[in-house]
């Protein structure tokens, strides 16, 4: 079975400093991979997609950047974080297949900016 | 410029009773919908989907019901649980051969009293 690991769960980082998000899905090759946020009080926006490796869309023009190494690893970066980058950043993963399906997310990251 | 709207921020249901989530949506090239369930600090978790050759699809207590023309859908929830107090967000998605992203709504606080 597939599963999708999100790592770390809470992360506190002052401003000025460096983010690195990892996320990893297991059992499922050259799968659609995606990065959301969920601000407080607000719904799910998209950040970035990736259909393969090295093949990265972004959505909203912000302060950060991603990249996808490997076939299964997608990763969330910032080079200088800001206040308002602070919230609940979610790892998500689809099949790639031209039918409709579901996309399953990770345990998400709860990303303070101090 | 959202896509995909909720338009009821909150809801509040007495348990037993039927909880009616609404979604409406802008982009006629969405064909696929979803509705996600979202407890704080997790990752949403698929809860049922319809595509839009039907107009209603139903789950044990979930039915998603599809005005394509209107371009709305709604989720009932019966009898409601307090255990479905959470966020839903809907979710569409363009037709396969798209980049295969799916647009959030902002979700909807369902709170199901006991």
């Known amino acids: 079975s597939q599963t999708i690991h999100q790592w770390p769960a809470t992360l506190v980082q002052p401003v000025g400093s460096p983010l690195s998000l990892e996320c990893t899905v297991e059992g499922t090759s050259n799968p659609n991979l995606y990065w959301y946020r969920q601000a407080a009080g607000r719904g799910l926006q998209l950040l970035f997609y990736?259909?393969?490796?090295?093949?990265i869309s972004s959505e909203v023009p912000q302060n950060l950047s991603a990249s996808r190494p490997q076939d299964r690893q997608f990763i969330l970066s910032s080079k200088k974080l800001l206040l308002s980058d602070s919230g609940f950043y979610l790892c998500a993963w689809r099949p790639p297949t031209v039918l409709n399906t579901e996309a399953f997310f990770g345990q998400g990251t709860r990303l303070t900016v101090v | 410029d959202q896509q995909v709207k909720q338009n009821s921020p909150s809801l509040s249901v007495q348990e037993g009773r039927i909880s009616i989530l609404n979604c409406d949506y802008t982009n006629s090239m969405f064909d696929y919908f979803l509705w996600y369930k979202k407890y704080p600090a997790e990752g949403p978790t698929f809860l049922i989907s319809i595509s839009s050759i039907k107009d209603k699809n139903e789950d044990g207590r979930f039915t998603v019901f599809l005005n394509k023309s209107a371009k709305h859908l709604s989720l009932h929830i019966v009898p409601s649980q307090p255990g479905d107090s959470a966020v839903y967000f809907c979710?569409?998605?363009?037709?396969?051969?798209?980049?295969?992203?799916?647009?959030f709504g902002s979700g909807t606080q369902l709170t199901v009293l006991p």
């Open positions: 990736s259909v393969g490796i090295g093949q």
């Open positions: 979710a569409a998605s363009p037709r396969p051969g798209s980049a295969r992203q799916l647009t």
